[in-house]
Structure formats: structure tokens, C-alpha cells
């Protein structure tokens, strides 16, 4: 049961355009909300969470909107560089623990 | 420098061989966890612990265990009875929030 879903295993984009990344959710307990991007043969880096208190966190180039009744999220950037090129994993948690639950991830590749 | 270190980067054993990942933190975080990643499986969670002397199984524990005798050092022992082995395998901390994850293990069982 795939709690954390994430539809799209890659999206191609153009160097300096927007970058869109969806997540969808279907655990009502879930609170917090996280993306983690993830090259190849190395371990996930944090980017941006947002509580769902919020329905919108900005830090830079990376934005996330969370869309409660619609258990839905996504990850905005713009604009896209081709370092961005990466998976991207959405992850979330409920409660106070710190048990995430991952998404399959989505292959971001930004072209010239 | 605080981080997370796993050792190997690349490990190779034979099917039937019991082998042990490792896993350290200087992070002074609580809670350590350990995951495994499969092509277009995201990262599963086998094994975490939120504090010394205590864990818990994950959504695939089975031919696994761990140990948390040090806040530090959290070891994960693939044993012969897990039947598809060959993974990406991550260790991850946090005390609350994001988890920092390491570098990673590439194992491979032939």
C-alpha cells in the first residue's frame, strides 16, 4: 500500500524554465511534509518541508505548495538549472515521530 | 566535520554469506534509521531506532537485523535468509524533522 505516491517517474525540462514536481498523498495523519532530491550512488539530500499548518514554503530557487484537500503537493523551481538534474523524492510523517515514508521518486532531467 | 559515514561505498559477497553494513553518526542525533533503495521503489525502511538499546522493524525487516549499543553506531547484518540482497542500502539520523542521510552502500551478492 503505497501511501506516498509520486506518478511520474521523470520530467524533462528546458534550462530556465519551470520545473514541476507532484506527490500525492493518502494518509490523513500525515503533518509534514519534506523533498529530497538524490543523485546517483549518493545518499538523499534534504531541500524544503512544509508543516500542514502552511500552504506554501519558499526558500530560493524551490518552492512547495501542499493542497490539504487534495492530499496533494508539489515542488516548484524556477528556474531550472542544469544541476537540478537529479530524483527527486517527496517523503512525509504524522504525528511527532520521525518515521518518513517515501515516495518512488521522480527523475528530473534539465536540458540545454 | 559532523555527518554520517557508511563503510563500504562497494561491497561484494557470495549468496549464503551473512555481511554487515556500517553506519556511524557524529550528528549527536537520537534516532537512526536504515533503508534500502530499488530501481523504481523509492526507499523502503528495514530497520529504525529512536534511541540506544531500542529498535524497531520497518516495512521489510525480514532478513535483517541491527544493533544500537552506542548512540553513534548503528550496524545492519543482511543475512543469508533475505532473498533478493543486492541493493542500494542508506543510513539516515535525525532528532526531529528532515533526516540526514549518509553516502550510502552498494551491495551486491553474486
Known amino acids: 500500500d503505497q501511501q506516498v505516491k509520486q506518478n511520474s517517474p521523470s520530467l524533462s525540462v528546458q534550462e530556465g524554465r519551470i520545473s514541476i514536481l507532484n506527490c500525492d498523498y493518502t494518509n490523513s495523519m500525515f503533518d509534514y511534509f519534506l523533498w529530497y532530491k538524490k543523485y546517483p550512488a549518493e545518499g538523499p539530500t534534504f531541500l524544503i518541508s512544509?508543516?500542514?499548518?502552511?500552504d506554501k514554503n519558499e526558500d530560493g530557487r524551490f518552492t512547495v505548495f501542499l493542497n490539504k484537500s487534495a492530499k496533494h503537493l508539489s515542488l516548484h523551481i524556477v528556474p531550472s538549472q542544469p544541476g537540478d538534474s537529479a530524483v527527486y523524492f517527496c517523503?512525509?510523517?504524522?504525528?511527532?515521530?520521525?518515521?518518513?515514508?517515501f515516495g518512488t521518486g521522480t527523475q528530473l532531467k534539465v536540458e540545454l | 566535520d559532523g555527518g554520517i559515514t557508511q563503510s563500504p561505498k562497494y561491497l561484494f559477497r557470495k549468496e549464503g554469506q551473512n555481511v554487515t553494513l556500517s553506519c556511524e553518526q557524529n550528528?549527536?542525533?537520537?534516532?537512526m534509521y536504515w533503508y534500502r533503495q530499488d530501481p523504481g521503489q523509492g526507499l523502503r525502511l528495514i530497520y529504525y531506532?529512536?534511541?540506544?538499546?531500542?529498535?524497531q522493524k520497518g516495512d521489510i525487516a525480514e532478513g535483517y537485523s541491527v544493533s544500537r549499543e552506542k548512540k553513534e553506531s548503528f550496524p545492519l547484518t543482511v543475512t543469508s535468509a533475505q532473498k533478493n540482497p543486492t541493493a542500494f542500502y542508506l543510513c539516515a539520523s535525525s532528532i526531529v524533522g528532515e533526516q540526514y542521510f549518509g553516502p550510502g552502500t552498494r551491495l551486491t551478492v553474486t
Open positions: 512544509i508543516s500542514s499548518i502552511k
Open positions: 550528528l549527536n542525533h537520537d534516532a
Open positions: 517523503a512525509a510523517k504524522a504525528g511527532g515521530g520521525n518515521k518518513l515514508t
Open positions: 531506532s529512536q534511541i540506544v538499546n531500542d529498535f
